[in-house]
Structures are given as C-alpha cells and as structure tokens.
C-alpha cells in the first residue's frame, strides 16, 4: 500500500451509533475521513440484501471508498427493519425517519446540514429512491441528490433484462432471488403497484432532488434503472444514468464489489461536485 493511500486510511474515522427509526433505534455506522470539521455535505446510505437480508459489514469497504472520495462527505450508513420482521411499510418508514432523525442531529454527526444526499445499493436504492418521493410529499427533509446503485424498483419483475435472466442458467438465480424478495417485502398483492414500493411504476416524479443511477451489464435490474432514469429526464429531473461493467452476480456481495469498482467511484464523486456547485438544498 502507498504512503498516500495509508495516510488516507489513517485520517478515516468511523463510528458505531444508534440512529432513530420509525419505530425505535436502528444500528448505525459514521464515517468520516479527512480533517475533523463540521461538512455541508451528509449521505446517508441503506444497504441492499433484498430487504430481507444484509447488513452494514458487508457493503464497509464501498463505504470507506465513498468517504474518502475527492469531496469527503460524511457518510451515515444505517440498518432498518427487514422484511422477515416486519414488511413494507416498514422499512421504508424507517428509511425517512433516519433522515428526520439525521436533520435534528446535525451537531451530534458532524454535519452543518447544508445538503443531504440519499444512496443505496439494490433494495438499499429502493428505499433511497423511495425517500425522496417521501420527503417531497411529507415536506422534508430537502435533499439535494439521490445515488441509485443497481437499484430494485419494479416489484413486478417485467422488464427484458429481468425476464432474459430465465432464460439464462448461470444468471437465472439472481432472477429468482429478486423475486422471492419481494413476496416477501410485499406480501399483499396491492402494496406492489404502492410508489413508496414500485418507484418506477410512480407516475408522480416531479419536484424530486436530482440523480445518479448506475446499472451494470448483465444485472437482472439493468433495464428497470435505465427506465427509471429515462422517467425522471422526462420528468424534468436532473438524472445520470450509467451502465457499469458486469458484477459477479454469483457471489451475494457482487452488486457491492461492482459498486466499489473504480467506475463507479468516479461516477459518484463527479456527482457530488455537480450538487456542491449547487449550494445548499
């Protein structure tokens, strides 16, 4: 490792908390890099594990790598409530509350509250979707982007790069997995056409924080995040969309591995320029 690179690691702090979620504490983790001060900018991240599953350990080394990006944000990664203990809306709830909880703690995160970012990864990415139709609606908190990493948002599962997954043995798996996740997140049939579930299907997209959606190639959730994506332009939402190179989706950590690639990275610090050079949200 370079000199360079240990004095990065050496300046990352990271922090073990509890933050508020709908219904009480959720596990947390702060990082922050860089020298000690208060930052404009907060993004708060919701790991993927298709909403039954996952936890902060296993999305950690994409998280170091998005606090120590050229802008230094401060990074909250929290937990919410999963689908095997209580399904949607739970989760989601959770998801908001953290934000409300995020906004009346600025001073105890470090934060000085200026911008506040959603991010997520896979059902993660759904819920950070999902927030900023939530914040927009329930007037606030204001945020001033959203990072959708290969993000679930159509419980239907009709899109082609979805059903071309049956049809393809070494990736089927992924396919099926996606879709014994939301049977359970949404086990009543109504909640799965809900825009609080189904982002994509939402045909209210207006007035939301600008974005960035990375897709892969090869990822069964390709299609229903470039589709997404197109729906905000037409929305008049300030969106990028990118395709990445294929994940090893037969590992359940390669949607996370993906994300860490350098592509990815770049992608996501060039974004968080484009929302400093926007000010405050």
């Excluded at 937990?79 to 989601?92: D, G």
């Excluded at 001033?144 to 159509?154: E, N, S």
């Excluded at 043995?169 to 996740?181: L, N, W």
């Excluded at 229903?224 to 994940?247: D, F, H, S, W």
Aim: aromatic share 6%; charged share 20%; glycine share 8%.
């Amino acid at each position: 490792m370079s000199a360079v690179l240990e004095a990065v690691d050496r300046t990352l702090n990271v922090r073990e908390l509890e933050v508020g979620g709908a219904t009480g504490p959720l596990a947390a983790r702060l990082y922050a890099a860089g020298p000690a001060a208060k930052r404009d900018m907060l993004v708060v991240y919701f790991h993927g594990g298709g909403f039954d599953s996952g936890d902060l350990d296993e999305c950690d080394d994409f998280l170091r790598s998005l606090a120590e990006c050229d802008h230094l944000p401060l990074v909250l990664a929290t937990t919410y409530t999963l689908a095997t203990v209580s399904p949607f809306p739970a989760a989601v709830e959770d998801a908001h509350a953290v934000l409300q909880w995020a906004k009346k703690n600025k001073t105890k995160l470090g934060w000085n509250g200026k911008q506040l970012v959603t991010a997520g990864i896979e059902a993660g990415a759904n819920l950070a979707a999902v927030c900023a139709l939530m914040s927009r609606d329930r007037g606030g908190p204001a945020l001033a982007g959203q990072i959708l990493v290969m993000p679930m948002l159509d419980p239907a599962l009709s899109t082609g790069s979805m059903r071309q997954m049956t049809y393809c043995a070494d990736r089927e798996k992924a396919a099926t997995v996606c879709a014994a996740a939301y049977r359970g997140y949404l086990p009543h049939a109504a909640d799965r056409s809900h825009p609080y579930a189904a982002p994509l299907h939402s045909s209210r997209l207006k007035n939301l924080a600008p974005a960035l959606i990375l897709s892969a190639e090869d990822d069964p959730l390709r299609d229903e995040a470039e589709q997404y994506g197109a729906k905000l332009i037409n929305a008049g939402i300030c969106t990028t969309v990118r395709r990445m190179a294929a994940p090893d989706l037969q590992d359940p950590n390669g949607r996370n591995e993906c994300a860490c690639k350098v592509q990815a990275m770049l992608e996501i610090s060039s974004f968080l320029a484009r929302l400093e050079g926007r000010g405050g949200a």
